[in-house]
């Protein structure tokens, strides 16, 4: 177990935020919530990387709760049906289960095994039902995870996540490059590729399913309703900056905000990490004004017709579901073991990571 052990959306939590990482407008304006499903989530989704051979049950046993990650999509996800929450939380294992085996592919300089994974992700993407019992657990993971999403909504939204997670795995491809050659992207390309190696896009679709309704796109891409969901997930891309720079100096890294203000701008570590800070807190108060915008959108779009009344609602959803990724966002990087970098024996190495689960020889 793990997801609010020290609190509740009621009680403040015990969890200790280094100072230096410490908003305390999200401790006091964002409360945390939790979908109700989440401790069968939590169960199923082991079960699930265990039956998927994702990551060994030695590692499941060990580290798979404390690293959160059911955690991160039952705080953000509410409303959701059970069967699109569990979907949503066993395709977040398998990213983050992704994210591992490509740097890791990066670390022992696997070009050509990543440049195979990569083909097999965009054919598996295109084609999931043909690629469930791929010899590649990675793979056939991944099949299942979308194969399972895309009975949720029309063809229509699926071709659209397709279309956004074709180009997460190429913006993952120019990672491998840059890491593989030591580039440092200068300040605009690092965020312009990161909007697509957090998977902004995607985890903004994912809003969709859970509220229950497709988006038209003159909904979805009305700058009431995109501004908000920009805003969360740059926070969360940017946040996710700021903790995990230790972790990504130690793993020689050259994909973060505050390297590429280093490398780029001549700033010091510690005006770097301000700067990332800065950007984190204007993104909050950005996000206070759009989400207000966004609301009174929804408002209007209840023109009192069925269908208006039912994108209204699912816009209000989506919205409210933005906001939860604030807190869903920032308590994961205190709660989960992913970012503990201070306890690990090698810094560069996380212990949650092995030869079979990081696809190793």
Not at 201 to 220: F, H, K, Q
Not at 344 to 355: C, F, G, I
Request: net charge negative; with cysteine.
């Amino acid at each position: 177990m793990h997801a609010f052990s020290h609190s509740t959306t009621s009680t403040p939590t015990a969890v200790a935020v280094p100072p230096q990482l410490a908003l305390p407008v999200i401790e006091a304006e964002f409360p945390r919530q939790l979908h109700p499903f989440w401790p069968r989530l939590q169960e199923k989704t082991r079960l699930w990387l265990l039956e998927k051979r994702l990551m060994p049950a030695d590692k499941v046993r060990e580290y798979a709760d404390g690293l959160c990650y059911t955690d991160l999509m039952a705080g953000y996800y509410l409303g959701a049906s059970d069967e699109v929450i569990q979907a949503i939380g066993d395709y977040s294992a398998w990213f983050f289960v992704w994210d591992d085996r490509h740097d890791r592919d990066v670390v022992h300089g696997r070009s050509a095994d990543w440049r195979r994974l990569r083909f097999r992700l965009h054919a598996a993407l295109d084609a999931p039902l043909h690629h469930l019992h791929h010899p590649d657990t990675l793979v056939a993971g991944f099949a299942d995870s979308i194969a399972r999403l895309y009975t949720f909504l029309p063809g229509t939204w699926n071709r659209r996540f397709a279309r956004h997670f074709h180009e997460v795995i190429e913006a993952y491809d120019r990672e491998f490059r840059n890491r593989t050659s030591g580039y440092v992207p200068g300040v605009e390309e690092y965020l312009a590729l990161r909007r697509l190696t957090f998977a902004h896009w995607i985890w903004t679709d994912l809003l969709e399913p859970s509220a229950g309704t497709e988006l038209p796109d003159a909904v979805r891409k009305n700058p009431a309703y995109r501004r908000p969901a920009l805003l969360s997930q740059e926070f969360a891309a940017w946040y996710n900056d700021l903790c995990s720079l230790p972790k990504e100096i130690a793993g020689d890294e050259v994909h973060n905000l505050g390297i590429s203000l280093v490398t780029h701008e001549g700033m010091s570590l510690e005006q770097a990490v301000e700067e990332v800070r800065r950007r984190v807190e204007e993104c909050i108060s950005e996000f206070l004004a759009a989400e207000r915008a966004a609301l009174r959108f929804a408002e209007e779009l209840d023109d009192g017709t069925v269908q208006g009344k039912e994108i209204g609602a699912a816009v209000t959803a989506c919205v409210g579901n933005m906001r939860n990724w604030f807190s869903s966002v920032y308590w994961f990087h205190h709660e989960s073991g992913r970012y503990m970098v201070d306890s690990w024996d090698d810094r560069s190495t996380p212990p949650y990571v092995n030869n079979e689960a990081a696809g190793e020889k």
